[in-house]
């Protein structure tokens, strides 16, 4: 069965500090891999979007990686700031599948404190 | 280029009542996918439309229906509402190639339902 496992569930940071959100999957054959940002009462906007052959792609302040052998990615947020905190969502596409049938993770919910 | 569109963002039924969403795609996109995000939960699929034929579907009952018109523009009703449908229910579209594609979803703002 695919699956897409995030964590931690949550996770509270300081102002101008780092962090790491972990995303897990066992989709196969896998295609692809997105991160989401989720502003509250909000849609979903794409930050990244990595294939097989990628290990690192950045967005400004947001760098995803990649291992397509372990099937497991993260997402590095670097100097945050308040407008970071959102829900982070995985999203993974198996070959053959539909893009709106992709196996989604429940999200991380980051919370940037002054 | 206009992002996708939801109508209405906010809406207030009765348990018993039926609603009707509307999404509106990126233009040229010819797929819509439906979501269902209840608080604290991640999203769930309902249902993807392609070229107006329903292609894939998530585990809901019977009661939960969409359709998408010649113009990609979709719709999802909702019939017999009970509490439990309260949640954010967005829509995202996508070119909508054959399986395997980048996979990239553009979602609306969505409708906040509220059941009573």
């Known amino acids: 069965k695919n699956q897409v496992e995030q964590s931690p569930q949550s996770l509270i940071i300081l102002e101008g500090k780092n962090c790491t959100l972990q995303?897990?999957?066992?989709?196969?054959?896998?295609?692809?891999l997105r991160w989401y940002k989720q502003d509250t009462g909000r849609g979903p906007v794409s930050l990244t979007i990595?294939?097989?052959?990628?290990n690192t792609k950045s967005n400004g302040r947001y760098t995803a990686t990649l291992d397509a052998d372990t099937k497991q990615s993260s997402l590095h947020i670097t100097a945050s700031q308040l407008s970071d905190s959102a829900s982070y969502i995985c999203?993974?596409?198996?070959?053959?599948?539909?893009?709106?049938?992709?196996?989604f993770g429940d999200g991380t919910t980051l919370t940037v404190k002054p | 280029k206009a992002g996708v569109t939801q109508t209405p963002r906010y809406l207030i039924k009765t348990r018993g009542q039926q609603v009707t969403l509307s999404c509106s795609p990126i233009?040229?996109?010819?797929?819509v996918s439906w979501y269902q995000q209840t608080p604290g939960q991640g999203l769930q699929f309902l249902f993807e439309?392609?070229?107006?034929?329903?292609?894939n579907k998530g585990n809901f009952p019977g009661r939960f229906s969409g359709r998408q018109f010649s113009n990609s523009r979709s719709e999802m009703n909702v019939s017999t509402l009970e509490l439990g449908d309260s949640a954010l229910y967005l829509c995202?579209?996508?070119?909508?190639?054959?399986?395997?594609?980048?996979?990239?979803?553009?979602f609306g703002e969505g409708s906040r339902l509220t059941v009573l």
């Open positions: 995202a579209s996508s070119p909508g190639a054959a399986g395997g594609n980048t996979g990239e979803l553009f």
């Open positions: 995303c897990n999957y066992t989709v196969s054959p896998f295609s692809n």
């Open positions: 990595m294939t097989f052959s990628e």
């Open positions: 999203v993974v596409s198996a070959w053959g599948t539909n893009a709106g049938k992709s196996t």
């Open positions: 233009s040229g996109h010819r797929s």
């Open positions: 439309y392609f070229s107006e034929t329903q292609r």
